[in-house]
């Protein structure tokens, strides 16, 4: 059985901050948002 994943950790790899830092990231997040994402990053609220 897998274990429980830990919110935190997956928000630091994959959440907003971690995207605002790299030029990439930002890239993913200016495309989400001219897409008109509710939600920027996973498990956002």
């Known amino acids: ?21 790299s030029p990439g990231g930002k890239n993913v997040l200016k495309a989400r948002r001219q897409k008109g994402r509710k939600k920027l990053t996973p498990n956002q609220k």
């Open 1 to 21: 059985m897998l274990s429980k994943a830990s919110t935190r950790r997956r928000a630091r790899r994959h959440g907003f901050l971690k995207k605002s830092d």
